[in-house]
C-alpha cells in the first residue's frame, strides 16, 4: 500500500474540484444570466457531467464487490442504473422540463397548487438525499482507510468539507464542467488500471478466476431463506423507477437548450454509462483470480483498491492504486456535491429562509441563510455515516433509489400522465410509500436480516412498495374527485406541448 | 407574470388543445412511445422470468466461464443504448418537424 502517492491523488482530485468549481463561478458572474450560460451547455459537456455525477461510490467500487462476491446476477445493477435514464427520458423528461419546475417539490406545487404536497415532497427530497449522501461519507472513509492507514472517520471529512466549501461558495451552480471533468478522471481510473491489470493477467498465463459454481448460475441463493428472484426483481425495479424520483438528476435537464439537445445529452449518457459499466465485471472477476476466497476482514466494497497491490507489488501497483484513490475520490465528491447542492436548495427554501425571514422582519437573509443550509445539508449525514454500520455501498445506493421509486416516481407518472390525480391522492401516496419503505429500512437497520420472506420483503420493498403507492395515489384520487386540482386541464396541456408550438402560441399573444 | 397573463396563457393552451394538429401530435407521441416502453421493460424484466422458469437455459455454458446469462447482462447495455438513439432518431425525424409545422401554422395566423 502506497501511502504517498495515494495522498498526492486523492488531494489533487480535491483540489481540482475546489479550483474548477471556483474558476467556474468566476465565469458564471461575468455572464449577466445564469441561465442563458446554462442553456449554452453543448449537449456533449453536459452528458458528461450528468455521467460525472450519476457514477457514484456505488458504481465505482460497490459493483464489482457484489459482483466479486454474488456473481453475474449483480450485472443487473448496472443495467438498472442505465435504464433508469431511459425511463427517466421516454416518461417524463419533456414534459418536466415544459412544467418550468426546477426541483421536485416545485413541480408538486405547480402540478397540484398545494403547499402540503410540497413540503411532504421537500422532506423526501431531503431524506432521499441523506440516504444517498450517507454511503458517499461511508465509501470515502473506506476508500482513505485502505490506501493511506488514516483513521475511517478522515475520508467523509474531508468529503464532507471539501462539497460544503464548493456548494456554500454558491459554485455548485456553474461546475457543470467539474462534474464533466470528473467523469473523465472515474473513466480512466478505473480503465487504465483495468487495462493493466488484464495485461498483468495474461502475462502470468491467465489463471481463471476461482469462483464457487453459483456464481456463473443468475439467481443463485446468497444464503439460506434467500429469495433471489424476489431479490432481483425488487433492485430492477427500484432501479428503473427510482432514477427520475432522484434529487439531483432532473435538474440537469435543464441545462439543455431545448428537446432535441436534451435528447442527444440521454443518447450520449448512455453511451458514457455504457462504457463505464464495462469495467466493474472486469475487476469482480480479477478479484476472483486474485481472492479465490475473500479475506475475513475484508469487505467486498474494497476489492477494488486490492487488485493491484496483489498482480502488481512495487510501485507499479502503488501507482496503479494511487490512480483508483484518486478515481474512487472523483465518483465521491461529484456525486455528493450534486446531491448537496440539492438538499442544501430544499433545507434554504423550506426551512431557513422563512424562519430567518420572520427572525428579521421580513428582511432577505442573503447568502448567510444558504450557506448555514449548505453546512446542515452535509454535517447530519457525516454524522449518521458515522454512527450507522456500513451495509455494503452498493446496497445502501439502493435503499435510496428504492424511497425514490415509492414516492416521486408515482407522483411523477401520475401527475404528468393522468387527470384524475387529486391533492389527497398525491399525498396519500408519498405517504403510503414513504411510511412502506422508511419502516422497512428502519427495521432491516435495526433489526438486521430477519431471514425468510419477513426478511426478503423488509430488505428490499420496492416490489409492493410501489405498487402500494401506485395503487394509494390511484384509489384515494378516485375516492376524492371533488379535490382534483382546477388547473389540471391546462397544466397537463402545457405539460404535454413540444417547446416549438409554444413559441409560436406565445408570440401569437404579443 | 401575473395571474391575469398567466391563465390567458393557459386558456391559449386550452384552445391549442381543440385542434385536429395538436391531438394528431399526441396520438403520434403515445403511438410510439408507449409501445415502445412496454418492449423494453419486458425486455428487461424478461430477465427475471426466464431465470425463474430456465435456469438451466440461463445458467448454461456457451464457452469457458461465459454463460447465457452473462451474454444477456451484457446484450442489455446494447440494447438499452440502441432503443434510445432510435427515440432520439424518430423523435428529430417525426416529431419535430410535425411541430415545427404546427408552430409554423400558428407564425401564419399571426401575420395573416
Keep these: ?510 | 407574470m401575473s395571474t391575469d397573463a398567466r391563465t390567458q396563457q393557459e386558456d391559449a393552451y386550452l384552445a391549442l388543445q381543440s385542434t385536429d394538429e395538436f391531438q394528431a401530435l399526441r396520438k403520434k407521441f403515445r403511438g410510439f412511445v408507449f409501445p415502445m416502453t412496454g418492449f423494453f421493460l419486458t425486455w428487461y424484466f424478461l430477465y427475471v422470468l426466464l431465470s425463474i422458469f430456465a435456469p438451466g437455459f440461463m445458467g448454461r455454458t456457451v464457452g469457458g466461464n461465459i454463460t447465457i446469462g452473462l451474454l444477456f447482462g451484457l446484450g442489455q447495455f446494447v440494447t438499452t443504448f440502441a432503443i434510445t438513439f432510435i427515440y432520439a432518431r424518430w423523435a428529430n425525424r417525426e416529431l419535430d418537424p410535425m411541430a415545427e409545422r404546427l408552430g409554423a401554422r400558428l407564425d401564419a395566423q399571426k401575420e395573416g
Design chain 1, 1 to 510: 500500500m502506497s501511502h504517498p502517492l495515494s495522498i498526492v491523488a486523492v488531494a489533487l482530485v480535491c483540489l481540482t474540484t475546489l479550483v474548477v468549481g471556483g474558476f467556474g463561478l468566476r465565469l458564471s458572474r461575468r455572464t449577466s444570466d445564469f441561465y442563458v450560460a446554462g442553456r449554452t451547455v453543448s449537449p456533449r459537456l453536459n452528458a458528461s457531467a450528468i455521467g460525472g455525477e450519476y457514477l457514484s461510490a456505488a458504481s465505482f467500487l460497490g459493483v464489482a464487490g457484489l459482483i466479486y462476491g454474488s456473481g453475474i446476477d449483480m450485472l443487473w445493477l448496472p443495467v438498472g442504473y442505465t435504464l433508469g435514464y431511459l425511463v427517466l427520458l421516454v416518461m417524463v423528461a419533456a414534459p418536466m422540463r415544459r412544467s418550468g419546475a426546477y426541483t421536485l417539490p416545485d413541480f408538486a406545487e405547480a402540478r397540484l397548487g398545494s403547499r402540503a404536497v410540497r413540503l411532504v415532497s421537500s422532506v423526501l427530497v431531503v431524506a432521499i438525499g441523506w440516504l444517498y449522501l450517507v454511503p458517499q461519507f461511508q465509501g470515502a472513509g473506506l476508500t482513505l482507510a485502505l490506501v493511506t492507514g488514516a483513521p475511517p472517520w478522515v475520508g467523509g471529512f474531508v468529503v464532507m468539507v471539501v462539497i460544503a466549501a464548493a456548494v456554500g461558495a454558491g459554485g455548485m451552480r456553474s461546475i457543470t464542467f467539474v462534474q464533466a471533468v470528473q467523469y473523465w478522471i472515474k473513466l480512466t481510473a478505473l480503465a487504465v488500471p483495468a487495462f493493466v491489470l488484464l495485461l498483468l493477467w495474461v502475462r502470468s498465463g491467465h489463471p481463471a478466476p476461482v469462483v464457487p459454481p453459483q456464481w456463473h448460475a443468475p439467481l443463485s441463493p446468497t444464503g439460506p431463506g434467500d429469495h433471489p428472484w424476489y431479490r432481483t426483481a425488487s433492485t430492477v425495479l427500484a432501479l428503473c423507477l427510482g432514477t427520475m424520483g432522484l434529487p439531483h438528476v432532473l435538474v440537469r435537464y435543464y441545462t439543455n437548450p431545448d428537446g432535441p439537445g436534451a435528447r442527444r445529452t440521454t443518447v450520449t449518457v448512455i453511451a458514457l454509462l455504457g462504457v463505464f459499466y464495462l469495467l466493474p465485471p472486469v475487476y469482480g472477476a480479477l478479484g476472483r483470480v486474485v481472492f479465490p476466497v475473500l479475506p475475513g476482514d475484508v469487505r467486498g466494497d474494497s476489492i477494488v483498491l486490492r487488485i493491484p497491490g496483489e498482480l502488481a507489488p512495487g510501485l507499479g501497483g502503488d501507482l496503479l492504486t494511487a490512480m483508483l484513490a484518486g478515481g474512487a475520490f472523483a465518483a465521491f465528491l461529484s456525486t455528493a456535491s450534486g446531491l448537496a447542492m440539492s438538499v442544501t436548495g430544499v433545507l434554504d427554501q423550506e426551512l431557513l429562509r422563512p424562519q430567518l425571514a420572520r427572525l428579521t422582519g421580513g428582511d432577505s437573509p442573503g447568502a448567510g441563510g444558504f450557506r448555514l443550509a449548505a453546512v446542515l445539508a452535509v454535517v447530519l449525514p457525516y454524522l449518521l455515516s458515522r454512527l450507522i454500520e456500513p451495509l455494503g455501498l452498493a446496497t445502501t445506493v439502493g435503499l435510496a433509489f428504492t424511497v425514490a421509486a415509492s414516492t416521486f416516481a408515482p407522483l411523477i407518472i401520475l401527475g404528468v400522465w393522468w387527470r384524475g390525480l387529486s391533492v389527497p391522492g398525491a399525498m396519500a401516496g408519498l405517504v403510503a410509500g414513504g411510511l412502506g419503505t422508511g419502516l422497512s429500512l428502519a427495521t432491516t437497520m435495526a433489526r438486521g436480516d430477519l431471514g425468510g420472506w419477513p426478511g426478503a420483503l423488509l430488505a428490499n420493498p420496492a416490489l409492493w412498495t410501489v405498487p402500494l403507492a401506485f395503487a394509494a395515489v390511484v384509489l384515494v384520487s378516485l375516492a376524492t374527485p371533488g379535490r382534483i386540482p382546477a388547473s389540471t386541464a391546462r397544466v397537463l396541456v402545457r405539460l404535454h406541448t413540444p417547446e416549438r408550438v409554444t413559441l409560436a402560441r406565445s408570440r401569437l399573444r404579443d
